[in-house]
């Protein structure tokens, strides 16, 4: 695992699941409760899926063989986490990803959201990354369930809305949008060199 980068009074660490299995139960713990109440997921499948164990389990596997995982904590618990992961298998695009970002409700419009993602964009800079997307739930009107804060977020952060599927999602017995955002964080090459995988750039800088 890589050093630990202190953003006072909280600690970002990059993880391996495998081999902290301690932060795996915290997150789950901490983030299923929210599940129950909110559209958002923090699997692959989207933000209309509940999660276990399991699930995210294998979500982080998969995502830590090539990409960053941050989670922000500080003395006494998990405060948030944010991760990149392959916009597609398909090798053709490569170069792309997506971003995930949660920040535990108390803890937000603190800067920590804006500390996370820059961690996630600067790591995928350095593997090659030219796009990043973002996929949302969205509402034309916010209840209890879901507001556009997301939206909104990833706005400050330099997104713009490239497309929205409407009431394709349906949970707490209602239907609801999903939006995608768009990111260029790089220069498009002719010849593009390929992606290196994060875990790679973090070991070859730790020798």
């Not at 941050?70 to 998990?78: A, M, P």
């Not at 995928?124 to 949302?136: E, H, P």
Request: hydrophobic share 35%.
């Amino acid at each position: 695992m890589s050093e630990k980068k202190y953003l006072n009074p909280y600690e970002l660490l990059y993880m391996y699941e495998k081999q902290d299995p301690d932060a795996l139960r915290l997150l789950i713990g901490q983030y299923r409760p929210l599940l129950m109440k909110i559209v958002i997921s923090v699997t692959g499948r989207g933000p209309f899926f509940d999660c276990n164990k399991d699930d995210f389990r294998q979500e982080m596997i998969y995502i830590t063989e090539k990409f960053p995982f941050f989670v922000l904590e500080d003395k006494s618990s998990i405060k948030g986490f944010a991760y990149a992961k392959p916009f597609s298998d398909v090798p053709a695009y490569d170069w792309s990803c997506e971003l995930t970002i949660y920040i535990k409700e108390d803890f937000k419009r603190k800067g920590l959201g804006r500390k996370l993602y820059l961690a996630v964009e600067d790591a995928v800079k350095m593997m090659g990354i030219k796009n990043m997307y973002a996929y949302i739930a969205y509402t034309e009107r916010e209840d209890e369930h879901l507001d556009n804060s997301s939206m909104r977020f990833h706005e400050k952060m330099g997104f713009e809305r490239v497309a929205r599927f409407s009431k394709c999602g349906y949970k707490f017995d209602t239907w609801y949008d999903v939006i995608w955002m768009e990111k260029i964080i790089a220069e498009h090459e002719d010849h593009p060199n390929r992606i290196m995988s994060y875990r790679d750039l973090d070991e070859m800088a730790a020798r």
